[in-house]
Protein backbone atom coordinates (compact mmCIF):
# COMPACT_ATOMS: atom_id res chain seq x y z
CA UNK A 1 0.00 0.00 0.00
CA UNK A 2 1.21 3.41 -0.95
CA UNK A 3 2.12 6.30 1.77
CA UNK A 4 -0.91 8.66 0.47
CA UNK A 5 -3.54 5.76 1.03
CA UNK A 6 -2.08 5.46 4.58
CA UNK A 7 -3.02 9.61 5.32
CA UNK A 8 -6.40 9.22 3.95
CA UNK A 9 -7.13 5.95 6.79
CA UNK A 10 -9.61 6.62 9.56
CA UNK A 11 -8.36 5.98 13.36
CA UNK A 12 -9.91 3.14 13.41
CA UNK A 13 -8.87 1.91 10.10
CA UNK A 14 -5.22 2.91 10.50
CA UNK A 15 -5.29 0.67 13.86
CA UNK A 16 -6.06 -2.36 11.67
CA UNK A 17 -3.75 -1.59 9.07
CA UNK A 18 -0.94 -1.38 11.40
CA UNK A 19 -1.78 -4.63 13.44
CA UNK A 20 -2.01 -6.55 9.64
CA UNK A 21 1.23 -4.88 8.97
CA UNK A 22 2.66 -6.24 12.00
CA UNK A 23 1.06 -9.74 11.53
CA UNK A 24 2.21 -9.95 8.01
CA UNK A 25 5.96 -9.21 8.21
CA UNK A 26 5.60 -12.15 11.44
CA UNK A 27 3.12 -14.81 8.88
CA UNK A 28 4.70 -14.17 5.60
CA UNK A 29 7.92 -11.90 5.47
CA UNK A 30 9.06 -8.52 5.97
CA UNK A 31 10.06 -5.92 3.81
CA UNK A 32 8.68 -8.08 0.67
CA UNK A 33 11.30 -10.87 1.48
CA UNK A 34 10.19 -14.41 2.78
CA UNK A 35 11.90 -13.91 6.58
CA UNK A 36 9.65 -13.79 9.17
CA UNK A 37 9.71 -11.81 12.06
CA UNK A 38 9.93 -13.81 15.52
CA UNK A 39 9.12 -11.00 17.85
CA UNK A 40 7.15 -7.48 17.27
CA UNK A 41 9.74 -5.13 18.85
CA UNK A 42 11.73 -3.08 19.91
CA UNK A 43 8.62 -0.77 19.80
CA UNK A 44 10.06 2.75 20.83
CA UNK A 45 8.27 5.14 23.08
CA UNK A 46 8.86 8.88 24.45
CA UNK A 47 8.06 10.57 27.36
CA UNK A 48 5.43 11.79 27.19
CA UNK A 49 3.90 9.39 24.81
CA UNK A 50 2.82 10.64 21.43
CA UNK A 51 -0.60 9.69 20.13
CA UNK A 52 1.03 7.48 17.21
CA UNK A 53 2.96 5.46 19.74
CA UNK A 54 0.14 4.80 21.50
CA UNK A 55 -1.63 3.35 18.24
CA UNK A 56 1.45 1.02 17.73
CA UNK A 57 1.32 0.13 20.89
CA UNK A 58 -2.21 -1.22 20.67
CA UNK A 59 -2.10 -2.27 16.98
CA UNK A 60 1.44 -4.28 19.09
CA UNK A 61 -1.29 -5.66 21.17
CA UNK A 62 -3.61 -6.72 18.80
CA UNK A 63 -1.24 -8.67 16.92
CA UNK A 64 -0.13 -10.48 19.96
CA UNK A 65 -3.17 -11.58 21.04
CA UNK A 66 -4.00 -13.24 17.61
CA UNK A 67 -0.61 -14.65 16.78
CA UNK A 68 0.94 -15.06 20.64
CA UNK A 69 4.41 -14.00 20.05
CA UNK A 70 6.90 -12.40 21.53
CA UNK A 71 7.01 -8.36 22.02
CA UNK A 72 9.72 -6.33 23.67
CA UNK A 73 9.39 -2.55 24.67
CA UNK A 74 11.75 0.78 24.90
CA UNK A 75 10.24 2.58 27.56
CA UNK A 76 10.02 6.81 27.21
CA UNK A 77 12.80 8.13 30.25
CA UNK A 78 10.73 8.32 33.06
CA UNK A 79 9.77 5.84 35.84
CA UNK A 80 5.89 6.41 34.63
CA UNK A 81 6.78 5.37 31.42
CA UNK A 82 6.77 1.25 31.60
CA UNK A 83 3.18 1.32 34.02
CA UNK A 84 1.11 3.58 31.71
CA UNK A 85 2.44 1.41 28.11
CA UNK A 86 2.03 -2.25 30.30
CA UNK A 87 -1.59 -0.08 30.87
CA UNK A 88 -2.63 0.29 27.11
CA UNK A 89 -1.34 -2.99 26.13
CA UNK A 90 -3.54 -4.74 28.60
CA UNK A 91 -6.37 -2.60 27.49
CA UNK A 92 -5.76 -3.47 24.82
CA UNK A 93 -5.66 -7.22 25.14
CA UNK A 94 -1.71 -8.13 25.14
CA UNK A 95 -0.21 -10.62 26.75
CA UNK A 96 1.97 -9.51 29.32
CA UNK A 97 3.63 -12.10 30.10
CA UNK A 98 5.47 -12.98 26.35
CA UNK A 99 6.30 -8.74 26.84
CA UNK A 100 9.60 -7.48 27.88
CA UNK A 101 9.95 -3.72 29.39
CA UNK A 102 13.93 -3.05 28.30
CA UNK A 103 16.15 -0.44 29.70
CA UNK A 104 14.98 -0.78 33.35
CA UNK A 105 18.70 0.33 34.49
CA UNK A 106 17.94 3.95 33.10
CA UNK A 107 14.33 3.48 33.23
CA UNK A 108 13.12 2.49 37.09
CA UNK A 109 15.53 3.66 39.58
CA UNK A 110 13.67 3.17 42.90
CA UNK A 111 13.79 0.09 44.41
CA UNK A 112 9.88 0.29 45.83
CA UNK A 113 8.99 1.20 42.47
CA UNK A 114 10.73 -1.24 40.41
CA UNK A 115 8.82 -3.96 42.93
CA UNK A 116 5.60 -2.12 42.36
CA UNK A 117 6.37 -2.50 38.46
CA UNK A 118 7.74 -6.47 38.18
CA UNK A 119 4.20 -7.43 40.03
CA UNK A 120 2.48 -6.66 36.71
CA UNK A 121 4.19 -9.48 35.44
CA UNK A 122 6.45 -8.71 32.18
CA UNK A 123 9.70 -9.74 31.33
CA UNK A 124 12.64 -7.31 33.43
CA UNK A 125 15.18 -6.31 30.95
CA UNK A 126 18.10 -4.98 32.51
CA UNK A 127 20.59 -4.40 28.94
CA UNK A 128 22.56 -1.98 29.13
CA UNK A 129 25.58 -3.80 30.75
CA UNK A 130 28.70 -2.45 29.63
CA UNK A 131 27.39 1.45 29.50
CA UNK A 132 29.03 3.35 32.50
CA UNK A 133 28.23 6.94 32.07
CA UNK A 134 28.62 9.68 34.38
CA UNK A 135 26.70 12.10 32.24
CA UNK A 136 23.55 10.54 30.39
CA UNK A 137 23.67 12.84 27.51
CA UNK A 138 20.00 11.20 26.48
CA UNK A 139 18.74 12.73 29.74
CA UNK A 140 20.93 14.57 32.55
CA UNK A 141 18.40 13.45 35.17
CA UNK A 142 19.12 10.25 35.35
CA UNK A 143 22.19 8.47 36.95
CA UNK A 144 22.78 5.37 34.60
CA UNK A 145 23.75 3.13 37.26
CA UNK A 146 26.99 1.22 36.63
CA UNK A 147 26.75 -2.79 36.00
CA UNK A 148 27.98 -3.47 40.12
CA UNK A 149 24.87 -1.27 40.53
CA UNK A 150 22.73 -3.44 37.90
CA UNK A 151 23.96 -6.96 39.65
CA UNK A 152 22.29 -5.52 42.73
CA UNK A 153 19.05 -4.88 41.76
CA UNK A 154 19.11 -8.31 39.70
CA UNK A 155 20.00 -9.56 42.79
CA UNK A 156 16.85 -7.92 44.80
CA UNK A 157 14.56 -9.45 42.10
CA UNK A 158 15.39 -13.02 42.48
CA UNK A 159 15.42 -12.26 45.95
CA UNK A 160 11.93 -10.99 45.47
CA UNK A 161 10.93 -14.45 43.79
CA UNK A 162 11.05 -12.50 40.06
CA UNK A 163 13.74 -14.96 39.11
CA UNK A 164 11.74 -16.18 35.81
CA UNK A 165 11.23 -12.70 34.78
CA UNK A 166 14.53 -11.36 34.58
CA UNK A 167 16.43 -10.91 30.95
CA UNK A 168 20.14 -9.21 30.55
CA UNK A 169 21.48 -8.07 27.46
CA UNK A 170 24.56 -5.64 26.21
CA UNK A 171 22.23 -3.29 23.80
CA UNK A 172 25.03 -2.47 21.51
CA UNK A 173 24.17 -0.33 19.44
CA UNK A 174 27.67 1.67 18.39
CA UNK A 175 30.84 1.06 17.31
CA UNK A 176 32.96 2.20 20.06
CA UNK A 177 30.41 -0.75 22.26
CA UNK A 178 32.55 -3.32 19.92
CA UNK A 179 35.54 -4.70 21.13
CA UNK A 180 37.50 -3.53 18.03
CA UNK A 181 36.66 -0.42 19.07
CA UNK A 182 37.86 -0.24 22.63
CA UNK A 183 34.38 -1.49 24.12
CA UNK A 184 33.31 -4.03 25.96
CA UNK A 185 31.97 -6.44 23.18
CA UNK A 186 29.24 -9.06 23.09
CA UNK A 187 31.37 -11.10 25.45
CA UNK A 188 30.74 -9.01 28.63
CA UNK A 189 28.12 -10.32 30.04
CA UNK A 190 29.22 -13.62 29.63
CA UNK A 191 33.11 -13.06 30.68
CA UNK A 192 32.67 -10.45 33.16
CA UNK A 193 29.33 -9.93 34.46
CA UNK A 194 28.17 -13.89 34.96
CA UNK A 195 31.62 -14.52 37.36
CA UNK A 196 30.30 -11.16 39.11
CA UNK A 197 26.61 -12.31 40.05
CA UNK A 198 28.25 -15.65 41.41
CA UNK A 199 30.70 -13.67 43.68
CA UNK A 200 27.38 -11.79 44.85
CA UNK A 201 25.08 -14.83 45.34
CA UNK A 202 23.18 -15.14 42.18
CA UNK A 203 22.87 -19.04 41.75
CA UNK A 204 24.11 -20.98 38.80
CA UNK A 205 20.40 -22.39 38.91
CA UNK A 206 18.94 -18.84 39.06
CA UNK A 207 21.48 -18.30 36.11
CA UNK A 208 20.71 -20.48 33.68
CA UNK A 209 16.87 -19.26 34.40
CA UNK A 210 18.16 -15.58 33.34
CA UNK A 211 20.52 -16.28 29.95
CA UNK A 212 18.81 -19.70 29.17
CA UNK A 213 15.27 -20.57 30.34
CA UNK A 214 14.21 -17.29 30.37
CA UNK A 215 14.60 -16.16 26.37
CA UNK A 216 13.89 -19.43 25.30
CA UNK A 217 10.17 -18.91 27.06
CA UNK A 218 9.89 -15.60 25.92
CA UNK A 219 10.82 -16.06 22.23
CA UNK A 220 8.60 -19.52 21.80
CA UNK A 221 5.06 -18.57 20.51
CA UNK A 222 2.33 -19.26 22.60
ZN1 LIG B 1 15.89 0.61 23.13
Redesign the pocket.
Known amino acids: MKIHCRVKLGRQRLGTFLTDVLMNEILHGADGTSIKCGVIG?I?CSWPLTESEKKVLQATAHAQAQLGCPVII?PGRSSRAPFQIIRILQEAGADISKTVM??LDRTILDKKELLEFAQLGCYLEYDLFGTELLHYQLCPDIDMPDDNKRIRRVRLLVEEGYEDRILVAH?IHTKTRLMKYGGHGYSHILTNVVPKMLLRGITENVLDKILIENPKQWLTFK
Do not use: A, L, M, T
Request: hydrophobic share 0%; glycine share 16%; no cysteine.
Open positions: EGHSHD
